[in-house]
């Protein structure tokens, strides 16, 4: 462990002299890169330390005990003792989690996508409870939410909506909650008092930068359109919205929010790359999760992922097992318990797999 430790330290002296230098300041990405890397190679420089000063205590508790001439010394020696055995093997686990290779993708911001799915009106409520949800536990992480193009929902909610989130480590979080999620509840519209079940689709894409993705302007059609929606006069009556076509694979992007034409269809590129970014992701990850058995990140689209249950007060991750009796709290934004599980489970599989560790 300490070997594998000790090389980490090695790289992050080194990457502690890139970053001052001036060659290197000046190129944006790579500099970027770097303070990523030296951040998470201080957690753990960090942990070395204190694993370092365990190791350490064992080994003066032991030569002490070894010694045996003070009575008052061993006492403490063997309080030290326990205490060091007690808290190496707990240390050695955190390590080895943080070990862990980390994907690439985590680090970057993310688009999300919203879609009323079965269920009529109460899809379309529950796609909107779904954005309320997003948008609380992404303020309570001060990230920010930027709305791309949505459609409403005739009863309130949404058909479907899209959106920006941007900030530290947004896609390595919020990867997570892609798949189906399901809600057992009376809807609005129901007047007999059943309960019915309805469904929302959550996709998640990381967003790709110019340099992930290359789009040739020849393979893009672009139509401009009034937008709909609030926004008074300046958005309903000019051709501010813009949706973008693109032919090879027929996946389409639009973004309506702005008022300028100019950066709506700079949203919508983004858009656009991120798709076509995540495509090729997506096959990647169902290789991955196959070579592993995951059931946390397989890919899946369609996969029902999650329960949400009124009656019972219960919502449930499917892929995990996990229930938590606390729906009026994580419907209010409150999903970390619920990330953090996740994240663990996949943590797991992936050293039950033996990825390579650094």
Known sequence: ???????????FDEVSDLIIQPDI??????????????????????????????????????????????????????MQMDEAKGSIPKM???IKFLLIPKDPEDTKNAVMELRAGTGGDEASIFAGDLFRMYTKYCEGKGW??????YSEGTSGGFKEI?????GEDVYGTLKFEAGVHRVQRVPQT?????????????????????FDVQIDPKDVRIDYFCSSGPGGQS??????????THIPTGLVAQCQDQKSQHKNKEKAFKVLRSRLYDMELAKKQEEDAAKRGSM???????????????????????????TLYDLSNIVNGDIQKIIDELMLAENTEKLKAGDDVI
């Open 1 to 11: 462990m300490l070997d594998k430790l000790n090389i980490v330290k090695q790289r």
């Open 25 to 78: 300041i000046a190129d944006q990405k790579r500099y970027i890169q770097l303070n990523k890397e030296y951040k998470d190679l201080k957690l753990l420089v960090d942990k070395r330390e204190e694993y370092k000063t365990l190791l350490d205590n064992l080994k003066e508790a032991e030569e002490i005990l070894a010694d045996g001439s003070d009575p008052e010394m061993v006492e403490m020696a063997k």
């Open 92 to 94: 050695e686990d955190e």
């Open 144 to 149: 920010k939410v930027d709305v791309v193009d």
């Open 162 to 166: 899209q959106f920006e989130v941007s």
């Open 190 to 210: 129901e007047t007999q008092g059943r309960v019915h079940t309805s469904a929302a689709t959550v996709m998640v894409f990381p967003e790709a930068e110019e």
């Open 235 to 244: 958005v309903n009556t000019t051709y501010s919205a813009v949706r973008l």
């Open 296 to 322: 946390v990140s397989s890919g899946d689209r369609s996969a029902k992922i999650r329960t949400y249950n009124y009656p019972q007060g219960r919502v449930t991750d499917h892929r995990i097992g996990l």
